[in-house]
């Protein structure tokens, strides 16, 4: 495969991807609406990770945690390099940020440092 391939294909795979996890425009030659469907899976998929290392999230924000998380992700997609831990601690962060998530909160207490009134 000559640079120019490369270069047109490592393009393509880019658009593909911001499609995917960051909401940008549909490439061409795929169906916007199966795009979607996959983009959103990957999204809940992304959600059930953060809320399972970080349950105090989604208790403390109720029915509000799938918006607040989708609004997260779709702004914040995930780099190469980081882990889940490092997506839930950044989510509580975004969340202290705007206010959404009182300070004492964002940051994950250990479970032999929590105390009854924090969960």
């Not at 393009?11 to 425009?25: E, F, M, N, S, V």
């Not at 469907?37 to 924000?61: G, M, W, Y």
Request: charged letters at 30%.
């Amino acid at each position: 495969m000559t640079e120019r391939a490369h270069a047109d294909l490592a393009a393509r795979q880019q658009a593909l991807l911001t499609a995917l996890l960051a909401g940008g425009p549909v490439p061409a030659g795929f169906d916007p609406a199966r795009l979607r469907a996959q983009a959103d899976a990957l999204r809940a998929k992304r959600r059930r990770v953060v809320a399972a290392l970080r349950p105090d999230l989604p208790h403390l924000l109720g029915e509000e945690f799938p918006a607040r998380f989708d609004e997260y992700a779709r702004a914040n997609p995930r780099r190469t390099g980081t882990g889940a831990a490092d997506d839930a601690a950044a989510f509580a962060a975004w969340l202290a940020a705007r206010g959404l998530l009182a300070a004492r909160h964002a940051r994950r207490r250990r479970w032999w440092r929590r105390r009854a009134d924090i969960r």
